[in-house]
């Protein structure tokens, strides 16, 4: 009989001592109980550490470490959480965020999704599975919203926007061989991460609700008050210059991501994303044309209008904001 896998949680802290505890308790109450929980944290200065501190001599699956100098952002946390596995050479790594609450199945059910599919594929093959999530507010009341999921999030959307959230996450060892490093620069760990193994592998839905994420005002994504349609009309018409900088935070990733892997990837996916790259710089017409040759789209017609609306309006910003950038 093969042993059970390992399941390393990666949990990146900074000033999370009001919903910590909720969050470690919830992952100790796992019906999966094969893991070990690694927690870095980002020089808190509430009382984390303490919290921290007193679940390491609680359980023994739990660790504290320190381990690289990069500190100043949660990806940044993330990414040397991601060295240290990558040197430890892990098997199955999950993500952790500090605030949310894992349903008691979250670690059974993502190991079960992500055997299947390696099951389904040959030996090797990088693999991202990502669930679905219910949301809750600063009470731990259930706020009514749903997020819908394409059942694969493949390249050509990714380009446009990620649809995983690590929190939701779970990699195999193949893919964090192929990901070896996410760059502590790239903003959303996790767009990077999902942006890598689109390319070489596969993110495939698991469909069902393993966690719950919740909503306050220091989320530093994903709100969902940012989703609701009155919210996506006031950035996108009302107040244009909002979307300015997670447009550039797309370009930049997009390009450190393609910088890295040109080489690897296959002479289709190379053509999109260079073209992609390079017509943005270009104008607006030629970059429309380059996406609609490629099918690079967001989910849904009317993102999509609002999308094309906005890159029309703040396309030569951005690229005046990512020439600074590289000149500075």
């Not at 949301?135 to 995983?164: C, G, H, M, S």
Request: aromatic share 12%; with cysteine.
């Amino acid at each position: 009989m093969s042993k059970a896998p390992v399941l390393t949680l990666l949990m990146a802290t900074y000033n999370g001592a009001e919903y910590l505890e909720r969050q470690l308790e919830s992952i100790l109450n796992q019906s999966y109980p094969t893991w070990e929980l690694i927690i870095r944290d980002d020089q808190s200065s509430d009382g984390t550490l303490q919290i921290i501190k007193a679940y390491v001599e609680k359980d023994p699956r739990i660790k504290l470490i320190h381990y690289g100098s990069a500190h100043g952002s949660a990806c940044r946390n993330f990414s040397a959480l991601f060295d240290w596995a990558y040197a430890n050479d892990k098997g199955y790594i999950l993500f952790a965020d500090q605030d949310d609450i894992w349903l008691p199945q979250k670690l059974e059910r993502s190991l079960a999704g992500i055997i299947r599919h390696e099951n389904a594929y040959p030996a090797n093959f990088p693999l991202l599975c990502y669930s679905n999530l219910s949301f809750i507010d600063e009470q731990d009341q259930q706020i009514d919203a749903r997020l819908p999921l394409p059942q694969e999030l493949k390249l050509e959307v990714l380009i446009n926007e990620n649809y995983a959230w690590g929190c939701t996450m779970i990699l195999n060892r193949a893919a964090i061989q192929k990901i070896q490093h996410i760059p502590a620069d790239s903003v959303n760990h996790d767009y990077y991460v999902a942006l890598v193994v689109s390319a070489f592998g596969k993110n495939i839905l698991i469909d069902e609700d393993l966690i719950l994420y919740r909503q306050h005002q220091k989320n530093v994504s994903g709100n969902v008050g940012k989703m609701t349609s009155m919210s996506r009309f006031n950035r996108y018409f009302k107040d244009t210059e909002s979307m300015l900088t997670p447009l550039i935070d797309n370009y930049n990733l997009v390009q450190s991501f393609f910088n890295r892997y040109q080489v690897e990837m296959n002479s289709q996916q190379r053509a999109m994303v260079g073209r992609f790259l390079q017509q943005y710089k270009r104008s607006f017409p030629a970059l429309f044309l380059a996406m609609w040759k490629h099918k690079i789209f967001k989910i849904g017609l009317g993102k999509n209008v609002v999308y094309f609306y906005t890159l029309y309006l703040l396309r030569k910003k951005v690229m005046a904001h990512v020439k600074a950038g590289s000149t500075s």
